[in-house]
Nanobody, 121 residues
Framework: QVQLVESGGGLVEAGGSLSLSCAAS????????MGWYRQAPGKQRELVAD???????NYADFVKGRFTISRDNAKNLVYLQMTSLEPEDTAVYYC???????????????WGQGTRVTVSE
């Protein structure tokens, strides 16, 4: 089994900053892509940003240079630094990892339980 655990959500005023962390553990040989998604009430889950093992990064257009994703490959950690937060950023943020298991060499895609981010006006 592969587990993802997020931390760092909370309540912040508009214009403020928050940092999210996600730790992956378990039956992991390698993780190709780690990323952050979010789901606001009544909306579909959407990609925020993801990063490959080699450091290739993909940001959603709405990030607009406000968020920074980073990764510690050795420790299977991924971070999301969020600045200039807006009320529209209010959502549950989910960590995602795609990789290969140590046991049986099978592929996996797993999600964390989510961490809530609330941005007040």
């Amino acid at each position: 089994q592969v587990q993802l655990v997020e931390s760092g959500g909370g309540l912040v005023e508009a214009g403020g900053s928050l940092s999210l962390s996600c730790a992956a553990s378990g039956d992991i040989f390698s993780i190709n892509v780690m990323g952050w998604y979010r789901q606001a009430p009544g909306k579909q889950r959407e990609l925020v940003a993801d990063i490959t093992t080699g450091g290739i990064i993909n940001y959603a257009d709405f990030v607009k240079g406000r968020f920074t994703i980073s990764r510690d490959n050795a420790k299977n950690l991924v971070y999301l630094q969020m600045t200039s937060l807006e009320p529209e950023d209010t959502a549950v943020y989910y960590c995602n990892a795609v990789g290969r298991r140590l046991t049986g060499w099978g592929q996996f895609e797993n999600w964390g339980q989510g961490t809530r981010v609330t941005v007040s006006e």
